[in-house]
T-cell receptor, first 111, second 116 residues
């Protein structure tokens, strides 16, 4: 079983729709959860982080965490073509800075 | 504020050759990371430095990979000899605060290595 799993996609959504990206993790001791966006040929950039159960909103982005189900998601409201990228889920355990990344989900937003 | 700098941006070598990558972290960032990202996969941590000491190198193939961070600032990652499966993007990242719940890692542009 992979430590952090994501559907590789592509996930295709029309402009203005809500994009829902999902991630599951295997280590129950995981403490912090990060969503990175990576444009093709570019390096990852942090979009959001979450460490408490529930929702965390930042602009058009909402991260959701359910530790009991070992599940974290990212919702992108009013999706724009500029949101087209690969979204990487990363998980950090207790007492470590090490990030375990999933393989990423490729999102395509079409006009 | 300048970001993480890496060089070279691209490198093509033949298998069994050696190669070195350089990274300069964001000023003041004590923690530095080297990641390997193979096409279609997420980044995988190779080594983490805190100042000039190694914190985690559990996934570094030590028979061929080496890294150092002299003086606790710049870092170099070396591969010798390179194999075909080393073809990847090598990402350097740095962070300010170690061990906190929230510890943002800032990534450099990466070095794309192709081994022929």
């Amino acid at each position: 079983q992979k430590e952090v799993e994501q559907n590789s996609g592509p996930l295709s959504v029309p402009e203005g729709a809500i994009a829902s990206l999902n991630c599951t993790y295997s280590d129950r001791g995981s403490q912090s959860f990060f969503w990175y966006r990576q444009y093709s040929g570019k390096s990852p950039e942090l979009i959001m982080f979450i460490y408490s159960n529930g929702d965390k909103e930042d602009g058009r982005f909402t991260a959701q965490l359910n530790k009991a189900s070992q599940y974290v998601s990212l919702l992108i409201r009013d999706s724009q073509p500029s949101d087209s990228a690969t979204y990487l889920c990363a998980v950090r355990g207790l007492n470590t800075d090490k990030l375990i990344f999933g393989t990423g989900t490729r999102l395509q937003v079409f006009p | 504020e300048a970001g993480v700098a890496q060089s070279p941006r691209y490198k093509i070598i033949e298998k069994r050759q050696s190669v070195a990558f350089w990274c300069n972290p964001i000023s003041g960032h004590a923690t530095l990371y080297w990641y390997q990202q193979i096409l279609g996969q997420g980044p995988k941590l190779l080594i983490q430095f805190q100042n000039n000491g190694v914190v985690d190198d559990s996934q570094l193939p030590k028979d061929r990979f080496s890294a150092e961070r002299l003086k606790g600032v710049d870092s170099t990652l070396k591969i010798q000899p390179a194999k075909l499966e080393d073809s990847a993007v090598y990402l350097c990242a740095s962070s300010l605060i170690r061990g906190s719940t929230y510890n943002e890692q800032f990534f450099g542009p990466g070095t794309r290595l192709t081994v022929l």
